[in-house]
């Protein structure tokens, strides 16, 4: 936070460039991934629903189904947990491999800070390409749900547009990209300091790789729980 600080009241010391490397990695690279993830999403939440409310003669709701359930929760969480499986492994990998080689001790002797150097161009490039994935995977997930609810249910997509336009609200999307820039502080934080702490061996490289994925995956889905009591107790 300091860092950032610093850097916002002298933006020349961005790392432009470092930046626009690691949002490439951690956000265009991952489009083909999440966007085939928001399509099966949907097509799974169509098809089990599908056979649900059909018992009801309620098939037209699926699309709220759909619709809410992308937008406001599966969307932004299942890409989160794919960046950090991607992400916050390659950030410790990378860092940690700068400390087994003392390239990070060498910045220091040098009076570089690594944290400038390393850290922060990481958080800023996720806060930003987290939020555009998300919304990837939401547009991608009612794709495809509105490909299986016209095959499987015969909701032509006119129809499935007409419902989908009457019974969600922007505001369900709004609640799942605010989610986004929390998730991606999480990721990108555990993963720096996971590389950080790599010691000298190509054992506690591994050990560290490992454990920043599984670290990172539990917090996202302990904020998403803390997220959704939070507009569950305030009716959002």
Same mark, same amino acid.
């Given at each position: 936070?300091?860092?950032?600080?610093?850097?916002?009241?002298?933006?020349?010391?961005?790392?432009?460039?470092? !930046?626009?490397?690691?949002?490439?990695?951690?956000?265009?690279?991952?489009?083909?991934?999440?966007?085939?993830?928001?399509?099966?999403?949907?097509?799974?939440?169509?098809?089990?629903?599908?056979?649900?409310?059909?018992?009801?003669?309620?098939?037209?709701?699926?699309? &709220?189904?759909?619709?809410?359930?992308?937008?406001?929760?599966?969307?932004?969480?299942?890409?989160?947990?794919?960046?950090?499986?991607?992400?916050?492994?390659?950030?410790?990998?990378?860092?940690?491999?700068?400390?087994?080689?003392?390239?990070? &001790?060498?910045?220091?002797?040098?009076?570089?800070?690594?944290?400038?150097?390393?850290? %922060?161009?990481?958080?800023?490039?996720? %806060?930003?390409?987290?939020?555009?994935?998300?919304?990837?995977?939401?547009?991608?997930?009612? %794709?495809? =749900?509105?490909?299986?609810?016209?095959?499987?249910? =015969?909701?032509?997509?006119?129809?499935?547009?007409?419902?989908? %336009?009457?019974?969600?609200?922007?505001?369900?999307?709004?609640?799942?990209?605010?989610?986004?820039?929390?998730?991606?502080?999480?990721?990108?934080?555990?993963?720096?300091?996971?590389? !950080?702490? $790599?010691?000298?061996?190509? &054992?506690?490289?591994?050990?560290?790789?490992?454990?920043? $994925?599984?670290?990172?995956?539990?917090? $996202?889905?302990?904020?998403?729980?803390?997220?959704?009591?939070?507009?569950? $107790?305030?009716?959002?």
């Amino acid at each position: 936070v300091s860092r950032l600080a610093r850097t916002l009241m002298r933006p020349s010391r961005l790392r432009l460039t470092a !930046m626009v490397h690691h949002m490439q990695q951690t956000g265009w690279d991952a489009v083909p991934i999440v966007g085939m993830m928001g399509v099966l999403i949907g097509v799974v939440l169509a098809y089990q629903g599908a056979s649900q409310l059909r018992q009801f003669g309620a098939e037209v709701f699926v699309v &709220d189904l759909i619709a809410i359930s992308i937008l406001r929760e599966l969307g932004i969480l299942l890409t989160a947990i794919i960046v950090a499986g991607r992400s916050a492994s390659a950030f410790t990998a990378a860092i940690g491999s700068m400390k087994m080689r003392e390239e990070i &001790d060498a910045m220091r002797v040098l009076g570089l800070d690594p944290v400038e150097l390393l850290v %922060l161009p990481r958080v800023l490039a996720l %806060l930003i390409t987290l939020p555009l994935l998300g919304f990837i995977a939401s547009l991608a997930g009612i %794709l495809g =749900g509105g490909m299986m609810a016209w095959i499987t249910l =015969g909701i032509s997509p006119e129809m499935f547009r007409t419902q989908l %336009l009457s019974g969600t609200s922007v505001s369900h999307a709004l609640i799942g990209l605010s989610k986004a820039r929390v998730f991606a502080v999480i990721i990108a934080v555990v993963g720096c300091y996971q590389g !950080m702490q $790599v010691e000298g061996n190509t &054992d506690s490289l591994g050990s560290r790789t490992s454990r920043s $994925v599984v670290v990172a995956i539990f917090l $996202v889905i302990v904020v998403d729980a803390v997220f959704s009591i939070f507009f569950a $107790v305030w009716g959002v």
